[in-house]
């Protein structure tokens, strides 16, 4: 089996070839071609690796390639997990929003859509070679925002690519653990969109244990969620909410922990990740050990300025262990692969799973996988309150589509407009003007 990888100069690739070494199974990925526009980041990547697998037999044979044709060819799988822009432009991002007195971050807010609006068109022309090169394989998106580009890659590659995303996993497990039910005999009712979902049940043999979590403050202050959104707030809910909904609940004041911060995350890891390239580029570095420490120093400050922000303290060692986006999409890869029918949640069309969506949006829900791939799992409605956000969402993505397909400013200014942490029309016009300044590859938009 041939897996590529899209972005294999990136930073996470460690993980995922982690995980490719643990699966002893039959008919495991043999092979790994990894991609990036970047040949140095190949390079230290690749060193990373062959560290990695010293010792290991039988370790997936790995080449490195800046052809993406080449890369493409006779893959089985394909992982697309670019980042359009670097972390340079991350940082961009999330400051030009900020210095509007909006949210500025990754994927949420006006940091989102500009990133959105820079991504889609080189995830369409990926999907658009993928679906010609290797029509057979398999996608597996990544690359944030997950589900936007998701939707986007869709559009050329249908029901073959499906986006992949950590969160509801690692929130799903947190529960569980402070629940003491395992994970692996739990249903969660999870549902909505990529980084705007709730958890609204978690079904253990025909009993929901989720009102159990929600009437005790203890439970609900010993777990990353419970503290960020507070015990009062859950239960006004009723639900545990994904942990990016914080900057929707409690916007004003992460805004302004942001804005009054020394960087922003894009900049603190643009710093970061520029020292680890550096030190690998000397013969001498021990290259996973290098690895290692700078992972360990990401993981340990992710999401510090919303915690700071909802006094919620420091992480426990048992919040920091990820859902691992190499886990879900190792458990993807074996379903298909082996047709052995799994549920994971994930980001594919919706096909009629959310009652308020078309069928060709892309939602995160339920999905039961097996080798036709991921079949979403009709759910309960959402509330009111949660439709309104995700049909508000939505509209956003579909204008940032439009804006990428069309090249039409205007549909870029309402793709900001429209979206609800942006408080103005003028503000939308006044950041697009800003990111159209600080981004060379939102050019396109006249
Ligand atoms: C989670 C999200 C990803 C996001 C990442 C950001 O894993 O699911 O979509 O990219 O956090 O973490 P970072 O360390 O880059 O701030
Ligand atoms: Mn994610």
Same mark, same amino acid.
């Given at each position: 089996?041939?897996?590529?990888i899209?972005?294999?100069?990136?930073?996470?690739?460690?993980?995922?070839y982690a995980?490719?070494?643990?699966? @002893?199974?039959?008919?495991?990925?043999?092979?790994?071609?990894?991609?990036d526009?970047?040949a140095?980041?190949?390079a230290?990547?690749?060193?990373?690796?062959?560290?990695?697998?010293?010792?290991?037999?039988d370790?997936?044979?790995?080449?490195?390639?800046?052809?993406?044709?080449?890369?493409l060819?006779?893959?089985?799988?394909?992982?697309?997990a670019?980042?359009?822009?670097?972390?340079?432009?991350?940082?961009?991002?999330?400051?030009?929003?900020?210095?509007?007195?909006?949210?500025?971050?990754?994927?949420?807010?006006?940091?989102?859509?500009?990133y959105?609006?820079r991504?889609?068109?080189?995830?369409?022309?990926?999907?658009?070679?993928?679906?010609?090169?290797?029509?057979d394989a398999?996608? &597996?998106?990544?690359?944030?925002?997950?589900?936007?580009?998701?939707?986007?890659?869709?559009?050329h590659l249908?029901d073959?690519?499906?986006?992949?995303c =950590?969160?509801? &996993?690692?929130?799903g497990?947190?529960?569980?653990?402070?629940?003491?039910v395992?994970?692996?005999r739990a249903?969660?009712?999870?549902?909505?969109?990529?980084?705007?979902?709730?958890?609204?049940g978690?079904?253990?043999?025909?009993?929901d244990?989720?009102?159990?979590?929600?009437a005790?403050?203890?439970?609900?202050?010993?777990?990353e969620?419970?503290?960020?959104?507070?015990?009062?707030?859950? @239960?006004?809910?009723?639900?545990?909410?994904?942990e990016?909904l914080?900057?929707?609940?409690?916007?004003r004041?992460?805004?302004?922990?942001?804005?009054?911060?020394?960087?922003?995350?894009?900049?603190?890891?643009? =710093?970061?990740?520029a020292?680890?390239?550096?030190?690998?580029?000397?013969?001498?570095?021990s290259?996973?050990?290098a690895?290692?420490?700078?992972?360990?120093e990401r993981?340990a400050t992710?999401?510090?300025?919303?915690?700071?922000?909802?006094?919620?303290g420091?992480?426990?060692?048992?919040d920091?262990?990820?859902?691992?986006?190499?886990?879900?999409?190792l458990?993807l890869?074996r379903?298909i692969a082996?047709?052995r029918?799994?549920?994971?949640?994930?980001?594919? @069309?919706?096909?009629?799973?959310?009652?308020?969506?078309?069928?060709?949006?892309?939602?995160?829900?339920?999905?039961l996988?097996d080798?036709?791939?991921a079949?979403?799992?009709?759910?309960?409605?959402?509330?009111g309150?949660?439709?309104?956000?995700?049909?508000?969402?939505?509209? &956003?993505?579909?204008e &940032?589509?439009?804006?990428?397909?069309?090249?039409?400013?205007?549909?870029?200014?309402a793709a900001?407009?429209?979206?609800?942490?942006?408080?103005?029309?003028?503000?939308a016009?006044?950041?697009?003007?800003?990111y159209?300044?600080?981004?060379?590859g939102?050019?396109?938009?006249r």
């Amino acid at each position: 089996m041939r897996l590529t990888i899209l972005g294999g100069g990136g930073f996470r690739l460690p993980l995922v070839y982690a995980a490719l070494l643990r699966d @002893r199974s039959e008919g495991r990925i043999t092979r790994v071609v990894l991609h990036d526009v970047d040949a140095g980041r190949l390079a230290a990547v690749a060193r990373v690796l062959a560290d990695q697998a010293a010792g290991v037999a039988d370790a997936p044979e790995v080449t490195v390639t800046t052809d993406l044709d080449l890369a493409l060819r006779g893959a089985d799988f394909v992982f697309s997990a670019i980042r359009v822009g670097g972390l340079a432009g991350r940082a961009a991002d999330e400051s030009v929003a900020l210095a509007e007195g909006v949210l500025g971050q990754e994927t949420v807010g006006a940091g989102g859509i500009a990133y959105g609006l820079r991504t889609v068109p080189v995830a369409e022309d990926i999907a658009r070679r993928t679906a010609r090169i290797a029509p057979d394989a398999w996608v &597996v998106n990544f690359t944030n925002p997950a589900g936007l580009v998701t939707e986007a890659m869709a559009r050329h590659l249908g029901d073959r690519v499906i986006g992949i995303c =950590d969160s509801p &996993v690692g929130l799903g497990r947190r529960v569980a653990r402070v629940l003491g039910v395992d994970p692996e005999r739990a249903w969660f009712d999870y549902a909505g969109l990529n980084h705007l979902g709730w958890l609204r049940g978690v079904r253990v043999a025909g009993r929901d244990e989720l009102p159990r979590l929600l009437a005790d403050p203890g439970l609900l202050d010993s777990f990353e969620e419970g503290r960020l959104f507070g015990a009062q707030w859950l @239960r006004s809910l009723g639900a545990i909410p994904n942990e990016y909904l914080h900057y929707y609940y409690f916007n004003r004041e992460t805004v302004h922990a942001y804005r009054t911060a020394e960087r922003t995350r894009g900049a603190f890891l643009h =710093d970061q990740q520029a020292r680890f390239y550096a030190e690998m580029e000397r013969p001498e570095t021990s290259a996973l050990a290098a690895w290692d420490r700078t992972r360990a120093e990401r993981e340990a400050t992710y999401m510090a300025h919303n915690r700071e922000a909802a006094g919620a303290g420091e992480r426990d060692a048992s919040d920091l262990e990820s859902g691992g986006y190499e886990q879900v999409a190792l458990a993807l890869m074996r379903a298909i692969a082996h047709d052995r029918r799994t549920t994971l949640i994930l980001n594919v @069309r919706n096909r009629g799973a959310l009652a308020a969506l078309d069928a060709e949006a892309v939602v995160e829900v339920p999905c039961l996988v097996d080798a036709n791939g991921a079949h979403p799992v009709a759910v309960s409605p959402l509330p009111g309150h949660a439709t309104g956000l995700v049909c508000a969402v939505k509209a &956003v993505e579909r204008e &940032v589509l439009a804006a990428a397909a069309s090249g039409s400013r205007a549909r870029a200014v309402a793709a900001f407009a429209l979206h609800p942490l942006v408080d103005s029309v003028t503000v939308a016009r006044r950041l697009v003007e800003a990111y159209t300044a600080a981004h060379p590859g939102l050019s396109y938009l006249r």
